[in-house]
């Protein structure tokens, strides 16, 4: 089990995760993970497709698609149980009160034939934080406007095939922040929006999160979009967190070796000796297909036998790392 220790909750943390892993019959896909998020901090969690981010979400909000079981503890402030082990029923009176999600497609996310106004009421309505139907609808229009679409009142009354994406990831903002949560987890939430726009989602997150004191939980590939946004990250491969740390102190000084291959490969001035650009080579292989000890040592350019074993996490208080021949050391 790997559980990150970190200094940024001396007041309690809003999210506790204590080894979680996520399996599919007896192949593991995401195992031993452990963090905390403390109160108003925003904490990305990154790593190329397949290395168990998403699932890593889903298990917090209670969403695994069935066939998948989660282990471990889940713990939020002010929710008595663990939430691995809540029912459904007491579950969804903690999703969307408590701890909120921004999915990366927010078309699928929406009710279709639902105008806009109406499901951002919905969820206000469901745990009882606006006393009427009328009372909603005008915190709806006002969370609309928060969220900086134009003319929110028409918003209000648009489906969400009327808008553009831009405009529906503003939209699932609105609903995720309605009931001002305690945590919000964003999954990958720009990923289809062009450059202008995705600036601009990122910016009107991190000033929401910061002015409602939220914990944010930032989910991407991008490390850019982390660098942008959150204080500390947490890189995950292979289902299991490799190294995590202040996000300058990563970005600048990374130990893990996948980790200095994220950051090569995002570098698009840096070419090798053909002048082409940086890349890990191969790619995240299937659960259940990952070699034993130090997940990633076989597209590793440092890996020797030792890495057969499964490394052991180091590294200064508040920089941890699973490597055993971390950046900076000799083999």
């Known amino acids: 089990m790997t559980h990150v220790p970190d200094t940024a909750v001396a007041t309690g943390p809003v999210l506790t995760v204590d080894d979680l892993g996520v399996q599919v019959g007896p192949v593991h896909l995401v195992q031993g993970v452990g963090f905390t ?50 029912g459904e029923r007491r579950l969804a009176k903690v999703r969307g009160r408590t701890v909120s999600m921004v999915f990366q497609e927010p078309m699928t996310a929406l009710n279709p034939v639902m105008r806009v106004g109406d499901q951002v009421a919905e969820v206000m309505l469901l745990h009882g934080t606006r006393n009427s139907r009328a009372e909603a609808a005008a915190a709806a229009v006002d969370l609309l406007d928060r969220v900086r679409l ?18 529906r990831q503003r939209v699932m903002l609105a609903i995720a922040l309605a009931n001002d949560p305690a945590l919000l987890i964003c999954d990958e939430p720009t990923t289809a929006l062009d450059v202008t726009v995705q600036a601009q989602m990122l910016d009107l997150i991190g000033e929401l999160a910061a ?9 991407t590939h991008d490390l850019a979009v982390v660098a942008t946004v959150c204080q500390r990250v947490l890189v995950m491969y292979g289902g299991r967190v490799v190294e995590t740390g202040d996000v300058y102190d990563v970005f600048t000084t990374p130990r893990h070796r996948y980790t200095e291959g994220l950051i090569a490969a995002s570098d698009l001035s840096v070419v090798d000796e053909r002048g082409r650009l940086r890349t890990i080579p191969g790619a995240v292989p299937n659960g259940g297909e990952f070699p034993d000890g130090c997940l990633f040592r076989t597209r590793c350019p440092a890996a020797t036998t030792r890495c057969e074993r499964t490394p052991e996490w180091s590294g200064a208080p508040g920089h941890g790392f699973a490597c055993w021949h971390p950046v900076g050391e000799d083999r």
């Open 37 to 86: 998020i403390g109160s108003g901090e925003r904490v990305g969690l990154i790593g190329e497709s397949g290395s168990g981010k998403s699932l890593t979400a889903l298990a917090l909000m209670g969403l695994l698609p069935e066939g998948l079981r989660a282990s471990g503890s889940i713990r939020l402030r002010g929710v008595p149980d663990d939430l691995l082990g809540t």
């Open 150 to 167: 134009p003319d929110p009142r028409a918003m209000a009354r648009a489906f969400p095939h009327q808008l553009s994406g831009g405009q």
């Open 211 to 219: 002015e409602r004191n939220t914990a944010l939980l930032f989910i």
